[in-house]
Each structure stands twice: as structure tokens, then as C-alpha cells.
């Protein structure tokens, strides 16, 4: 039976989501509505996209920028609908960064080194221990990144299960949700295998 991902914002913006829903077997759905969707869908995703306001997790804006106000308080609320139902909730880059202050965590508002390169997303190695994300990425995955903020004081519940070279935050699972994030862009990954790999497990937590 085809699993539907639910993903607020518009088609047009998230199409290499829909493309990579679709390469594990899933259905991506788009809307505006961020109230009573964890009835009507399987699972939620959160994509990349502008920074979150720093007041969200009790900051002043310092380097913070292309905010979204509007989908901040739309992604929030999908978080506690779909957590409360038990349902699956998968973030990627901005995604990673939403669920973390879901859970009451902090962000670096500006990192060096993880902004994608003019020519495209910037690449590089990375670590992991042991979690439920591990058999799917291997232990020394090379990620794509495009970032300039990451996850600082954790959420509840969270923990880190990938890294970079220094040290940020490349993956986060709660312990005791089916919340997944990863900070890199599984979507537009030159190996398409780690990417399927993550999307079919999450599809296979939709019950």
C-alpha cells in the first residue's frame, strides 16, 4: 500500500521531494493546511528552506536570515500533531533545525564551512554511532551540504548519531518518537542509494 508523505509549502518549490518520495515507493502531498493532517496522511516531512526566527529558541537575531514566519508556526504545529499521533516525521537541513526547537533545543546561528559552494552543495565526510539511521548511511557517508546554521543545545529526547569533521550535528533521532533529521540533502545526493535507503525506512515506519 503507497505511504503519503505530507509536506506543507507549495509543489512547485519542493519537486526534488516529491521525485525522491516517489523513488521508495511513497506519495508526497502538498498543502497549506497545518491543522488536522495527521489524520489524513501517513508520515510528515519538513525540507530545507530559510533560517527559523531566533526568538522560536530564545535568541536575538544575530546572523539569522531568509526567515519564513509563516511556515515556522505551520511546521510547529504539524510537529505536535503528528508526534502526538505517533506518527513518523522525517526533517532535512531546515527540517533538522525545526524539529530541535520542536523539542526545546538551540541553533548556531552562523557556521563556517557548511554553505553550499557557488557551483553547488559543498561535500564532505562524516561519522556515525550506532542508531537506526546507521545500516541505511554506512559509518563514513560523504554528505552534501548547504547550510549555515546547525543544531547547538539538543532537544529533548534528541541525540546526535552522525557528525561532521567538526563536530556538527549531521543526524538526529528521538529515542523514543519515530523522528528522524538529517542535516544534509538525501534528495539531491549524487548517490541516489543512501537517499532511497533513508526514504524507505521512514516509509516503513508509517504504520
Known amino acids: 500500500m503507497e505511504k503519503t508523505v505530507y509536506i506543507w509549502g507549495n509543489p512547485g518549490r519542493f519537486a ?14 502538498f498543502g497549506a493546511k497545518s491543522e488536522g493532517q495527521a489524520a489524513l496522511w ?3 516531512l519538513l525540507p530545507g528552506g530559510g533560517d527559523l526566527e531566533p526568538w522560536r529558541y530564545g535568541r536575538e537575531n544575530t546572523a539569522s536570515r531568509s526567515l519564513e514566519p509563516e ?7 504539524l510537529l505536535q ?10 526533517g532535512v537541513c531546515r527540517g533538522l533545525q525545526v524539529i530541535n526547537v520542536f523539542f526545546g533545543g538551540t541553533l548556531v546561528q552562523d557556521i563556517p564551512g557548511h554553505a553550499a559552494w557557488s557551483e553547488g552543495d559543498r561535500l564532505h565526510g562524516t ?28 532537544g529533548a529526547g534528541l541525540r546526535a548519531v552522525q557528525w561532521a569533521e567538526d563536530g556538527v ?6 529515542a523514543r518518537l519515530p ?4 542535516q544534509w540533502h538525501p534528495e539531491r545526493l549524487g548517490d541516489p542509494g543512501p537517499g532511497r535507503r533513508l526514504m524507505g525506512a521512514f516509509l516503513a515506519l508509517a504504520r
Open 179 to 182: 523522528v528522524w533529521a538529517v
Open 16 to 29: 526534488n521531494y516529491r521525485r525522491w518520495a516517489a523513488s521508495a515507493g511513497g506519495r508526497a502531498v
Open 71 to 77: 511556515r515556522d508556526e505551520a511546521e510547529l504545529r
Open 42 to 44: 501517513d508520515a510528515l
Open 169 to 174: 550535528a549531521e543526524a538526529l533521532c528521538h
Open 127 to 154: 561519522r556515525a554511532a550506532p542508531s537506526p539511521l546507521r545500516p541505511l548511511l554506512g559509518e563514513g557517508l560523504a554528505v552534501n551540504s548547504a547550510h549555515h546554521q546547525a543544531a547547538d543545545r539538543l
Open 81 to 90: 500533531d503528528f508526534t502526538a499521533a505517533g506518527k513518523p516525521v522525517l
